[in-house]
T-cell receptor
Framework: KAGVTQTPRYLIKTRGQQVTLSCSPISGHRSVSWYQQTPGQGLQFLFE???????NKGNFPGRFSGRQFSNSRSEMNVSTLELGDSALYLC?????????????FGSGTQLSVL | GESVGLHLPTLSVQEGDNSIINCAYSNSASDYFIWYKQESGKGPQFIIDIRSNMDKRQGQRVTVLLNKTVKHLSLQIAATQPGDSAVYFC???????????FGKGTMLLVSP
């Protein structure tokens, strides 16, 4: 069974631009979560989607948004990029999005904002 | 200027040794735990999980021990190999929380 797939693997953008990241969950998994990981802050939760609906949201500004499609694939978008948005963005999937079930991560998208 | 990063505790071992990585979790009501391995530049890799109704669970070369009395979780890696070098962190499920709570991690360095 293929794991969680994220594209692209690397991105370089400049301040003010916007970016869209893509995630394909493990087949059969209906919940997709997004995390930001930086050396200074560790793993920080962005949002979680289940059945095309955002169920939970972390403490990030509105510039960070996402969506989920009917096939459970998900995208996240960051608009008006800032230098501080440079990070590894991780997508994770699970069967039902319950917090007491296995959560699997993708390899991440490394975003650099110049 | 000086960069402020996440200073992780480091465990250095020799190849072939057994490694024990510890995690102190935050909430006595936590009922589910996961250990992840993260290599540099990669996403966290699921290693093993355990529920609070168990004290011990074994996988391939790994064992997780749960001590609920002192809110302590440990990951034991047998016959550690250079490929085990990575950051290891635990995650706990606190009932009522909408997401897992992740620890900061321990860096494991294995020298040949």
């Amino acid at each position: 069974k293929a794991g969680v797939t994220q594209t692209p693997r690397y991105l370089i953008k400049t301040r003010g631009q916007q970016v869209t990241l893509s995630c394909s969950p493990i087949s059969g998994h209906r919940s997709v979560s997004w995390y930001q990981q930086t050396p200074g802050q560790g793993l920080q939760f962005l949002f979680e989607y289940f059945s095309e609906t955002q169920r939970n949201k972390g403490n990030f500004p509105g510039r960070f948004s996402g969506r989920q499609f009917s096939n459970s694939r998900s995208e996240m978008n960051v608009s008006t990029l800032e230098l501080g948005d440079s990070a590894l963005y991780l997508c994770a999937s699970s069967l039902e999005g319950r917090t007491n079930e296995k959560l699997f991560f993708g390899s991440g998208t490394q975003l650099s904002v110049l | 200027g000086e960069s402020v990063g996440l200073h992780l505790p480091t465990l250095s071992v020799q190849e072939g040794d057994n490694s024990i990585i510890n995690c102190a979790y935050s909430n006595s009501a936590s009922d589910y735990f996961i250990w992840y391995k993260q290599e540099s530049g990669k996403g966290p890799q699921f290693i093993i999980d355990i529920r609070s109704n168990m004290d011990k669970r074994q996988g391939q070369r790994v064992t997780v021990l749960l001590n609920k009395t002192v809110k302590h979780l440990s990951l034991q890696i047998a016959a550690t190999q250079p490929g085990d070098s990575a950051v290891y962190f635990c995650a706990e499920n606190i009932p009522g929380y909408s997401t897992l709570t992740f620890g900061k991690g321990t860096m494991l360095l294995v020298s040949p």
